[in-house]
């Protein structure tokens, strides 16, 4: 560069690196590599935090299939839990889950999405809203164990429903249903405010707008908070053993009102036995749910692909 | 008032044909957003098969008055409009009247096109259909999309996605969208300012083509764009209180060449905003 003076001359620094083929002399060159020095200090931080996080994952995740995939095969998974580790398994409580997720869904889903939709879509900026969206926002974020209280209460005592798969699944339902209405939420708001004008413009209807062009816009979101509850709901110990959900459960469900099981409370059970044995089952069981619950999170990646592809972006 | 002294003052011919049969007149309107007042003592005539552009400085209310016209303020929980909107004899800002009711006569193109994520097809053919309207589906979205100089672009690929088109052939397909409801009034509101310039020049001769048989009122800072397009130029200033007033309203070719107020004459010659 044969630049001499001018805009680009800076009067601190001792001239242009000609020879360097660098347009910044050197003390220029200096204070820009400090500067960069900093952003690859950041980078490297990030790295080593992530490599920890993904380490002790990768580490539990070896060691539970170490230990459970001997134990892993088809009497494992159609046998009912037994006093001997070679006989246990989980037939019981696959049932007692898939029972419980169903009727958790049916109860929950439904309740959150309407919510989420009535408090963005139709609800009036009052007083009353908003005390219903902040105790939304913090009931999200209660310790699942209080939810277990209330439902032991409301639901096994005051409704008389006992310790049955109906009265685990309402309480599952009030444990997920805040988070299924904050993630219907926010898939709503992220619609485009234009695509809401464009309805409203053409003489649209709230309904019309809102059945068009604001749910077919969400819903790959919605779907996916859904699945995300879901899955907490299957992998949630604590609200279950509040209500007495069994731990020894010989038999599967056959109606609402029957008693139940679910995974993590008999992987919970088993861990905290004294045999070396019912620990290796138990990390095979860990692998079932884990399993299930990965189905999931690709199930949801799948739908939400699907849905988005339909939308024609 | 100022506007009424600018009317009175200028009795030429081009009055005589707009005032009495104006398809549209703002009546003393004002609007708040909460406690602010954005706008303040709008009256406006607006004559049918015209373009009315309104122009000034930016945060001076064009916009704001523009979506009084088809009650989109209403969408705005904290704007109040008062002050009347005279429609084909009908104050259209009262209560009594449903806003669906009006949006449905007058439409209206947005800043930034807004085609809906579906096909070309649909974008067209949706309105219609909620509205009602009785129209072959096929007939009607060909006619629009002619209609909109758009036709012949897009006549192929009806079934692709209306986002997939450039962004001046998406703004034609929402003027397109809008001709479907069969308005008789279109609102634009700076419906150029996202285009590159020979799409600007396509919308411009699109709108002079409408203009005999829509009455457009256009909102653009694009001073040479109302001077092209329009018949008839609106004037929007912010008095002390950053309050938009309309300052002076006119023939477009009378405003550029010999404006009233030394603002609008300020304003156009570049010497403000």
């Not at chain 1, 820009?32 to 931080?45: D, S």
């Not at chain 1, 999200?140 to 439902?151: E, F, Q, T, W």
């Not at chain 1, 309402?170 to 926010?186: C, D, F, K, Y």
Request: charge should be neutral.
């Amino acid at each position: 560069m044969a630049i001499e003076s001018g805009p680009f001359r800076d009067s601190s620094v001792d001239g242009f690196g000609a020879a360097s083929g660098t347009l910044a002399g050197e003390g220029e060159t200096r204070r820009l590599n400090a500067r960069k020095r900093w952003g690859k200090a950041f980078e490297a931080l990030s790295i080593v935090l992530i490599a920890i996080a993904l380490g002790t994952l990768v580490v539990l995740f070896f060691d539970v299939l170490r230990r459970g995939l001997p134990w892993l095969d088809w009497q494992f998974l159609t046998s009912f839990d037994s006093r001997f580790a070679e006989r246990a398994g989980i037939k019981a409580a696959i049932y007692g889950t898939v029972w419980m997720m169903i009727f958790t869904i049916i109860f929950s889903f439904p309740l959150g999405v309407a919510t989420g939709i009535w408090l963005e879509e139709y609800a009036a900026d009052n007083r009353l809203t908003r005390f219903i969206q902040i105790n939304i926002s913090n009931l999200a974020g209660v310790p699942s164990i209080i939810y277990g209280l209330l439902g032991l209460q409301i639901f096994v005592r005051f409704m008389e429903l006992g310790r049955s798969v109906i009265a685990g699944s309402l309480t599952m339902a009030l444990v997920v249903a805040p988070i299924i209405v904050i993630a219907t939420q926010e898939s709503i708001r992220a619609v485009p405010s234009g695509l809401r004008e464009g309805s409203y413009a053409l003489g649209a209807t709230k309904w019309e707008t809102v059945k068009h062009h604001v749910l077919p816009t969400a819903f790959p979101g919605i779907l996916t908070g859904n699945i995300l509850a879901a899955s907490r709901a299957i992998g949630e110990t604590a609200p279950l053993i509040m209500i007495g959900a069994l731990t020894f459960v010989p038999f599967t469900p056959e109606n609402l009102l029957d008693r139940f099981t679910v995974l993590p409370i008999l992987i919970f059970n088993w861990t905290s036995k004294a045999q070396s044995d019912f620990h290796d089952l138990a990390a095979a069981g860990i692998v079932v749910l884990l399993a299930i619950l990965l189905s999931l999170n690709a199930i949801a990646v799948l739908l939400r692909q699907h849905f988005r592809r339909k939308l024609r972006f | 008032m100022v506007n009424a002294q600018i009317l009175g003052g200028r009795e030429g011919a081009d009055m005589a044909s707009s005032e009495p049969e104006s398809i549209v007149s703002l009546r003393d309107l004002n609007v708040h957003y909460g406690s602010f007042l954005a706008v303040r003592d709008v009256n406006l005539e607006v004559p049918p098969r015209q373009i009315t552009a309104l122009i000034g400085p930016s945060g001076c209310g064009k916009s704001t008055v523009l979506r009084c016209v088809n009650r989109m303020n209403d969408l705005i929980p904290a704007a109040k409009v008062t002050g009347s909107i005279i429609y084909h004899g009908i104050d259209v800002n009262s209560r009594a009247v449903d806003p669906v009711e009006v949006r449905r006569r007058v439409g209206m193109v947005f800043q930034k096109p807004n085609p809906f994520p579906k096909s070309i097809y649909d974008n067209i053919a949706w309105g219609a259909k909620i509205n009602g309207i009785k129209e072959n589906r096929d007939d009607l979205v060909e006619r629009c999309l002619r209609g909109a100089a758009l036709w012949d672009e897009v006549k192929d690929k009806l079934k692709e996605s209306g986002m997939a088109l450039s962004g001046g052939q998406q703004q034609r397909l929402c003027i397109a969208r809008t001709l479907a409801i069969n308005p008789d009034v279109i609102l634009m509101d700076e419906p150029c300012s996202a285009l590159d310039p020979i799409s600007t020049l396509k919308i411009e001769d699109l709108m002079r083509t409408l203009v005999e048989e829509y009455t457009i009122i256009i909102v653009t800072h694009n001073m040479q764009q109302a001077a092209r397009v329009s018949d008839q130029t609106v004037f929007f200033s912010l008095d002390t209180n950053r309050t938009g007033v309309m300052v002076e309203t006119g023939a477009t070719r009378q405003m550029f060449t010999n404006p009233q107020d030394s603002r609008t004459e300020d304003y156009i010659t570049g010497r403000f905003g």
